[in-house]
């Protein structure tokens, strides 16, 4: 069990602030959040996110717009689920509602994507002040030897070679940033599934590729230079190092989130089991009902450090 701080006055934990790496930005009159729609002179930023505890982040705008409904209901919140409205309306890149502590933000498709908004969501939170962040990357994933619809909490978040780092490129140099996750809220969220016994939950090690189609080893891409047996040679391996899942941001995700003191978590579900296929197959509703997993898992974790479920 991770050792906790407590303050030199008493017997108060040490809260943990979100931290920037930047030694510039301390120097900047004001910063620009541009892909957000939000700057530190336009907005108060403590004032409109000081008391967020829980950032969720996922894909798609839809999807991160139904998961706060969600949240609210679940939160039982005051108001209306309908009329949140998006924080980030002056832009289209990215979406971000607030319910109560619960930020919901999308944040797109790969690497590059998810990299941009986690610059600008880690400077948010450091403005805001924001202490004791549980962040969670809530997705849909290619499933590596599980039934579809099993959702996976990630041990460790690898790369095509199935090691846990991510490297990023700076000043023409590569740089290799450590993808450890959270140990105590994966155990946490693997409790919470235990307790809710809605679905099969899984921990295992999550491959982050940069490319949905040859660089997941998919036969069905407009380009595929590879055999069948090569595919499935590939899988194997991947199965044998522990990866349970594949998707395509959970590697700078962590990088990031680990570099800057936050703790965060990858829950994924699976929509198909690639020793079967490439193709997902299986019908609208069925892929609705796997993709609200995650955010059933998480929102039972919100629920209980809240203390509204025991
Ligand atoms: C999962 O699903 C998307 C590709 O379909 C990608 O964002 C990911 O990680
Ligand atoms: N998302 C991915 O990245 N891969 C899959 O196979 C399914 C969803």
């Known amino acids: 069990m991770a050792p906790i701080l407590l303050n030199c006055l008493g017997n108060d934990p040490i809260k943990q602030q979100v931290q920037v790496k930047n030694p510039y930005l301390d120097t900047m009159e004001e910063d620009i959040l541009y892909h957000f729609s939000l700057s530190t002179k336009t907005h108060n930023l403590p ?36 009329q949140i409205s998006d924080i980030c309306e002056g832009t289209d890149r990215y979406c971000m509602y607030k319910v109560g502590p619960v930020l919901s933000i999308s ?74 996750l959270d140990e105590g809220v994966a155990a946490e969220l693997l409790q919470c599934s235990a307790e809710l016994q809605n679905f099969p939950t899984v921990i295992g090690n999550t491959m982050c590729t940069h490319d949905f189609y040859e660089g997941q080893g998919r036969l069905d891409g407009a380009l595929c230079s590879f055999s069948p047996e090569d595919k499935l040679e590939y899988l194997r391996k991947a199965y044998e190092a522990g990866v349970r899942n594949i998707e395509m941001e959970s590697t700078v995700f962590a990088a990031m989130s680990r570099v800057c003191g936050v703790k965060a978590a990858v829950v994924c579900v699976t929509l198909l089991n690639r020793f079967e296929g490439d193709q997902i197959t299986s019908a609208h509703d069925v892929l609705v009902e796997y993709q609200q997993r995650p955010q059933v898992l998480v929102s039972h974790f919100i629920k209980k450090r809240l203390g509204l479920v025991v």
Do not use: W
Not at 55 to 74: P, T
Not at 129 to 147: A, N, P
């Open 107 to 180: 944040h797109g498709m790969g690497v590059p994507s998810i990299s941009i908004m986690m610059h600008e969501l880690i400077k948010l939170l450091h403005h805001a002040q924001c202490k004791d962040v549980v962040l969670f990357r809530l997705g849909t994933s290619g499933g590596v030897g599980l039934t579809p619809g099993t959702v996976v909490v990630t041990d460790r978040a690898v790369d095509y070679a199935f090691r846990p780092h991510f490297e990023q490129v700076v000043l023409g140099k590569v740089i290799t940033r450590s993808t450890e």
């Open 47 to 82: 004032e409109m996110f000081g008391e967020i505890k829980f950032v969720c982040v996922g894909g798609s705008a839809n999807r991160m717009k139904a998961f706060a409904q969600f949240i609210h209901q679940e939160l039982e919140l005051p108001g209306s689920a309908e």
